[in-house]
């Protein structure tokens, strides 16, 4: 809240700053405190004059100079400005030094004060006038300045942070068209024997669009809902097939309320059940997740095959490995491992980003 206040009102907050400070060291060094009275009537005589001044001033240069397209007519607006800031705040300066007279000799201690008396048309007064606003203007580009990088740099970042989630709203695992159009045609088919049964696939299918749609703009999900489209991505799968995937679980307790990016396992799945054109009786399908360091969320994917990856599996792991790059930025870990007749996905994630439900950009 107060940050925001600083950046919204960031040029009053330096006037009034700077120009307090020149008042109060001016008053000082000019030896004129005459009580906390004149003291304070003396500091809104200078400071009010810089201030109506400056602020002027400030209008004049955001309408009629660009710092984008400066040029040499740019340069003699600002000179002519500073010629019009610099007499402005000699005749403010000068009646608010009556003002302050007038205090002191009527209303105060019954005496003009010194800086009642100090003249503003000599030469050194002018002289440190041109100074004061030239100095002030200076001041103001190089804020100016400043305030265009780091708006251009927040603006760089929010693009940036915009094309990473696009990119990301790109390779999340929505349900593969090919496996839509399986899935229909198995479902249309099973209509003929098992009706019932049909219509539950129907509205199992139905549920798993549903979930790739809403997560489109959600970046992690809890695991359990997402053991769920596994499972029901199985089901689908074994209705045409000859044989059957079974999957079996060991999944620690503690990782159920633990998120992870919404289509991963039902990916690494996807892989399993693709890695050979003709499907084996009875093929086992291992799920394992459990926590690792005590900062690491570990998901392996155990199944039968001899590591031989179809167009499909490759694409799809290609696409976990951007997407986990992109989602936590180097930090996630995917790899797989061969051995024998049997082929180990495993993906590493940082807890510390899995605990808490992030909308858009984790």
Request: glycine share 6%.
């Amino acid at each position: 809240m107060i940050k925001k206040f600083f950046i919204k009102y960031l040029f009053w907050v330096i006037q009034l700053v700077s120009w307090g400070l020149f008042s109060a060291f001016s008053i000082k060094m000019a030896g004129i405190l005459d009580g906390y009275k004149g003291f304070f009537v003396l500091f809104l005589a200078i400071l009010l004059p810089g201030i109506i001044t400056t602020s002027i001033l400030r209008w004049f240069l955001k309408r009629y100079v660009s710092i984008k397209k400066f040029s040499f007519k740019g340069a003699l607006k600002i000179g002519a400005g500073i010629i019009i800031a610099v007499f402005l705040y000699v005749k403010t300066n000068y009646l608010f030094g009556e003002i302050a007279g007038f205090f002191f000799r009527n209303i105060a201690i019954n005496r003009e004060s010194e800086f009642a008396k100090m003249g503003a048309n000599t030469v050194a007064m002018y002289a440190s006038y041109i100074m004061i606003v030239v100095g002030w203007t200076v001041l103001y580009f190089v804020v100016k300045i400043l305030r265009q990088y780091y708006d251009s740099k927040i603006d760089r970042l929010k693009l940036k942070d915009k094309i990473r989630q696009a990119q990301l709203n790109t390779l999340k695992g929505h349900v593969n068209p090919q496996f839509l159009f399986a899935s229909l045609n198995d479902i249309k088919e099973l209509m003929l024997e098992d009706v019932s049964k049909s219509r539950a696939m129907l509205t199992k299918l139905s549920e798993m669009l549903r979930y790739s749609l809403t997560m489109n703009n959600v970046n992690l999900v809890r695991l359990e809902e997402e053991l769920e489209i596994v499972e029901s991505y199985l089901e689908l799968v074994n209705i045409g097939n000859t044989g059957t995937y079974k999957i079996s679980l060991e999944i620690e307790d503690v990782t159920l309320k633990l998120e992870v990016p919404p289509m991963l396992l039902t990916n690494l799945v996807e892989i399993a059940t693709r890695q050979n054109s003709t499907f084996q009786i009875n093929r086992d399908i291992k799920l394992i997740v459990r926590t690792q360091n005590s900062n690491e969320l570990q998901l392996q994917v155990m199944y039968s095959g001899n590591g031989t990856e179809t167009k499909e599996s490759n694409s799809l792991k290609k696409t976990i490995t951007q997407r986990l790059k992109l989602l936590y930025k180097g930090k996630a870990i995917f790899s797989s491992v061969h051995e024998l007749n049997y082929t180990t996905l495993i993906v590493l994630l940082p807890i510390s980003n899995s605990k808490t439900r992030q909308d858009g950009v984790a």
